[in-house]
């Protein structure tokens, strides 16, 4: 498909155990970010990735978040000994570049994690 | 304070009216501001954004961006049932989208 794609859809994990969730952006897109939303509220930024650098990782809630893009396209987020707090929804977003203008973020549809 | 806030509950507007959500922001330094619209249990998807003070519009959708008052709307004329959605303000210290921040959003319906 065209668009940005994320696996698996839903997962639901027991509190502790680790979870990875995929992000396949758009073809030819070199920014890559995380978001995570929680239920009722905005998307909060996680991570950011140009092309295979992680730019800016301010936003991970703990050290037991860690994203990679190790070949510039393919993004994993892995999340080490889930909490119940850690049940959101996380989006994945692409764009073409960088700054520009054009500003638009192309999300998909999201991996709506449970923690039990 | 968050660096978004989106403060109204959930607007209900008859089919042809206008819709008028706000938002203010508390970075002064921001440059790019965006309006997201997301349905129930899908993506957001980019409606509008603008970054110079004014107006700007685009079909039924005119956002306005006043920065001296920290102050972003968007205004949906005509509305329509496909309009019902939650409409999310995103803003950004630089010229594109890197690290948006989000509002928590506003649920709009329209009753025909």
């Known amino acids: 498909g065209a668009g940005v794609s994320q696996s698996p859809r839903y997962k639901v994990a027991k509190r502790g155990q680790d979870v990875a969730l995929r992000c396949d952006p758009i073809?030819?897109?070199?920014?890559l970010f995380w978001y995570q939303q929680a239920l009722g509220q905005g998307p909060e930024f996680l991570t950011y990735?140009?092309?295979?650098?992680?730019?800016?990782k301010s936003g991970l809630p703990s050290d037991r978040f860690f994203a990679e893009r190790p070949e510039g396209s393919v993004s994993t987020l892995k999340i080490q000994r889930t909490q119940q707090e850690d049940s959101a929804v996380y989006l994945c977003?692409?764009?073409?570049?960088?700054?520009?203008?054009?500003?638009?973020?192309?999300f998909g549809e999201g991996s709506r994690l449970t923690v039990l | 304070q968050k660096e978004v806030e989106q403060n109204s509950g959930p607007l209900s507007v008859p089919e042809g009216a206008i819709a008028s959500l706000n938002c203010t922001y508390s970075d002064r330094g921001s440059q790019s501001f965006f309006w997201y619209r997301q349905y129930s249990g899908k993506s957001p998807e980019l409606i509008m954004f603008?970054?110079?003070?004014g107006d700007k519009e685009d079909g039924r959708f005119t956002a306005q961006l006043n920065k001296a008052s920290q102050y972003v709307s968007l205004l949906i004329r005509d509305s329509q049932p496909s309009d019902s959605a939650t409409y999310l303000c995103?803003?950004?210290?630089?010229?594109?989208?890197?690290?948006?921040?989000f509002g928590k959003g506003n649920q709009v319906v329209v009753i025909p």
């Open positions: 990735f140009q092309n295979e650098a992680q730019l800016d």
């Open positions: 073809s030819g897109h070199v920014s």
């Open positions: 995103a803003v950004s210290r630089w010229y594109g989208n890197n690290r948006l921040a």
């Open positions: 977003a692409s764009s073409l570049a960088s700054g520009g203008f054009t500003g638009e973020l192309f």
């Open positions: 603008i970054y110079s003070n």
